[in-house]
C-alpha cells in the first residue's frame, strides 16, 4: 500500500499542474505596456483624414482605445457589444483602424454600425507596433492621466466588460 | 515531334533562364543589414503563430516587424537596443532566451532541479536496496538446501 503512495502522489502534483497549464490560453501574452503611459503618436482620422489625433487630446478622460480591422472576423463577434456600450454612454471608445484600406473601414462601419467617437487610421500599422498588438481585436484601457490600465487581448465579451472592464472604468473615473 | 519541342523549351530556358534570374541583386551593404536583420529576428519569437521565429514567419505582423528591424539597423540602432524596442512592446516573451530575473528564475533553473531530485531518488532506492541486499544472509538451513540444489544441477542435465 506505502509502495504505490508516493507514485500517486507525483501522479496528482503532476495531473493538477498539466490541468492548469491545458486551462490557460496560451495566445494571451502579459502585456508590459500595462501601468505605463500610453505610446504617443499622432494620425489621421478616418473619416476626415485631413484631421488628426493624438492619445494627449484625451487627457484627464477615461477612455476605450479599441484596435479593429475589416479583415478581422472576431471583430464583428465584439462588434455589437461595443455599439451597445457606445449607447450606454458610459465611456468613449476610440477606434484604431489596423492596416486597412480605407475604403473598405468605411464600408465596414457603415455596415455594422460605428459605435467610435472617431477612429484612427494606422495603415501601415505602426502605431499598432508601438502598443504592442498581435492580435486584432485588442481594447486598451486608458486613464485620466494617459496610463493603459487594462488590456483585453481577442474579443470583448459582455462577461469581461461586466466583470473586469466597466468596474476599473468607474473605479479610474471617481 | 515531342523531341523537338524539348529541345525548344532547352533552348528558350537557356536565353530566357538569366533574364529573370537578375531580378534579385542586393548591394553591398544590404546583404549586411539583411544578415544582421535575419540574426536579430531569429531571437524572437513571432506572436501570431508562437512556434515560428520571427525571421521564419510569413504573418503580416512578422513582416511589419522585420521591416521595423531592418530600418532601425539603417538608422544605426545597436542590436541590444532593438531587442529592447521589441522586449517594451512584446514583453520578454518573444525572446526565445529569456533574460534571468526572479520571473525566469523557474524557468532557467527548474530542469536542474528536477535533476536533482531525480538524483536523490535514485540514491535513496540504491542506498535502501544495498542496505536489503546485505541483510539477506540465510539460515544454517536455507544454505544446505540451497547447496543441494546447485548439486542437483550439477550432476542432473545441465542448463
Known amino acids: 500500500m506505502n509502495k504505490f503512495l508516493l507514485p500517486l502522489g507525483i501522479f496528482i502534483v503532476l495531473v493538477a499542474f498539466l490541468a492548469i497549464g491545458l486551462n490557460l490560453n496560451p495566445r494571451e501574452v502579459p502585456s508590459p505596456l500595462i501601468g505605463k503611459p500610453a505610446p504617443a503618436f499622432t494620425l489621421p482620422q478616418l473619416h476626415q483624414p485631413e484631421a488628426t489625433f493624438a492619445p494627449k487630446d484625451l487627457q484627464g478622460r477615461v477612455w476605450l482605445l479599441n484596435v479593429w480591422a475589416s479583415w478581422c472576423v472576431s471583430c464583428r463577434q465584439e462588434h455589437p457589444i461595443l455599439v451597445d456600450l457606445a449607447k450606454r454612454n458610459i465611456v468613449p471608445i476610440y477606434g484604431l483602424n489596423y492596416k486597412d484600406p480605407r ?72 | 515531334m515531342t523531341a523537338r519541342l524539348f529541345l525548344l523549351f ?3 530556358s537557356a536565353v530566357l533562364g538569366p533574364l529573370h534570374a537578375r531580378e534579385a541583386a542586393p548591394n ?8 544582421r536583420m535575419v540574426a536579430i529576428s531569429e531571437e524572437l519569437r513571432c506572436l501570431v503563430c508562437q512556434n515560428e521565429s520571427l525571421a521564419g514567419s510569413q504573418a503580416d505582423l512578422a513582416k511589419d516587424l522585420r521591416r521595423e528591424i531592418r530600418e532601425q539597423i539603417q538608422s544605426g540602432r545597436s542590436d541590444q537596443e532593438i531587442l529592447d524596442f521589441m522586449v517594451d512592446r512584446y514583453g520578454d516573451f518573444v525572446r526565445y532566451r529569456p533574460p534571468l530575473k526572479g520571473a525566469t528564475l523557474l524557468l532557467w533553473f527548474g530542469p536542474f532541479l528536477l535533476l536533482a531530485a531525480g538524483l536523490a531518488g535514485l540514491l535513496m532506492f540504491l542506498r535502501r536496496r544495498a542496505r ?8 544454517a538451513e536455507e544454505q544446505k538446501k540451497a547447496e543441494e540444489l546447485l548439486k542437483l544441477g550439477e550432476g542432473g542435465n545441465g542448463p
Do not use: H, M, N
Open chain 1, 103 to 174: 475604403e473598405d473601414a468605411l464600408r465596414w462601419l457603415k455596415q455594422f454600425g460605428d459605435p467610435y467617437v472617431l477612429s484612427i487610421a494606422d495603415v501601415e500599422g505602426r502605431v499598432g507596433i508601438d502598443y504592442g498588438v498581435y492580435g486584432v481585436p485588442e481594447t486598451y484601457v486608458i486613464d485620466k492621466a494617459g496610463v493603459i490600465r487594462f488590456k483585453q487581448i481577442g474579443p470583448v465579451t459582455q462577461d469581461v466588460l461586466e466583470k473586469t472592464i466597466l468596474p476599473l472604468i468607474r473605479e479610474l473615473q471617481k
Open chain 2, 132 to 139: 536489503r541486499v546485505a541483510e539477506a544472509t540465510l539460515s
Open chain 2, 28 to 35: 553591398a551593404e544590404d546583404v549586411v543589414v539583411e544578415k
Open chain 2, 10 to 12: 532547352c533552348l528558350l
